[in-house]
Every structure is written in C-alpha cells, then in structure tokens.
C-alpha cells in the first residue's frame, strides 16, 4: 500500500483505491529499474534476493524523482503527524560526495530543506572553505525526511521505515565517498553502534562507497574544538576523492 493510504477495507472503492496503488508502485519498479536501481534496496534485500548496485545508474536524477514520487505524502511512520514538510534531501544528482545527517530541525521542517540554519551554515563553510567544493555539486541529507518532535532522537521503528528512501537515494547517486554526520548519519552507514569519538577518522564501507564519519555540525557549534578533527577528516575526504588538500 502506498504511504499517506489508510488501511483498506474490503468495499469496492477502497479495492480501486488499492489497485491504484499497487499499479503506481508497479511503475516506480519499473521506472527504477529502467535507470539501473535495484529496489528493494539493502535493507530487505536478503528477502528478495535483489543485487546491490556497483556503478552509478545512466539517468540520476530520474531515479531520484522515482524515489521521491515514491514518498509521495509519506505517512510510513507516525513522525507524519508532526512534520510541516518532508525534508527529501538536495544537491548535485550526480554528486560525488554525499552528507548524511540525522532528521531535520525546526528550521529545515520550515524550508524543506536539509542542513539550512546555524549548523548547515557550519556545514557549508565545511565544504566550500575547507573541501573547496560547491554546497550545489554535493549531495547533503538525513536519514529521516521528518522531523522528530522537539528534535528528539530517531525511534529505531522510524528509522526502519524511512531507510528505503535513503537507501534508494544512495543507489540512485552513487557518490564516490559518503560522510556520515554524528553519531546516527555514522551508524545507519557503517552498521555498528561504536560510539562516534572512536568512528570518526576512520574510513569505512557502504555497498563499497567509502564511508567517512565525523562530528555532527550541530555538535560543532558547541564544542568548536572538534573543529580540527573534522579537518582531518575532510582532508582524508579529499584524499579519497584525488583532490588536492590545501597545505600538502
Ligand atoms: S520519517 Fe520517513 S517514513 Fe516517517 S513519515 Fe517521514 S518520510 Fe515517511
């Protein structure tokens, strides 16, 4: 059943209403397959037997728009019922870094954008002052696109439902390197629970797209010291992108 649907009944309207689904969610297969995207992606794939995807597929950003249409008015979970927009995600469909991040804040519930106020301020001057890159050609996003109330932490059940769309997202983009910001954008990546002070810096792996985990900005903003060892790890990001680090 597609999300934003209540469960259905057996009268004939809601037997339309059910097929009507099953044949739009038959076209997003179809339309994420005609671009190179497995679907269901990582998360249920042992069930389903479909194969992880190594290359980028030819038409990002069609598959991007899969996914989003996907989403639709997602009510998947019950974060549905506070949220003012869906936070998707945005930037560069063929990016070659990606920035993953918990779940939207207030303001980013406002915009509908991930990674806006104080700490994607933060986060821009990252990429564009240390990285030398365009905030426009990354990929910057949560693992939630709803914000939690009170900008509590992700319930494991919230998480589960969502992940499809990021997983989907990442097959879509295919980025060369990803990042992992804090503690939950760093285990949703690297599957582990270690705490972040011992993750970060340390290069890992997502379906083979190295993964760097470092501070969450927002975390930067109140505890500026941990500015110097997000540096090393940006350079270590650049390093793995074969770009030039400013210094060496
Ligand atoms: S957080 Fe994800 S699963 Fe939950 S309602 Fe929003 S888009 Fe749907």
Known sequence: MSPGKAEPGTGASERDEVLADLLAHGRFLGTLSSVGVAWPPAGVEAATGAPAVS????????????????MGDCRRCRLASGRKTIV???GNPRAELMFIGEAPGAEE???GLAFVGRAGQLLTDIIEKGLRMRRADVWIGNILKCRPPQNRNPEPDEVIACQPFLEAQIRAIRPRVLVGLG???????????????????????????????????????RNPAGKKDVWEDMKVVLRLLGRPVPGE
Request: charged share 30%.
């Open 55 to 70: 290359q980028r597929p030819e038409d990002p950003e069609k598959a991007l728009q899969a996914v989003r249409e996907e």
């Open 88 to 90: 998707f995600g945005q």
């Open 109 to 111: 519930d406002e915009q």
């Open 183 to 221: 503690k939950f954008g760093a285990h949703w990546l690297l599957k582990t629970a270690e705490p972040i002070t011992r993750l970060r810096g340390r290069v890992g792996e997502y379906e083979g797209i190295p993964v760097m985990p470092t501070y969450h900005p927002a975390y930067l903003l």
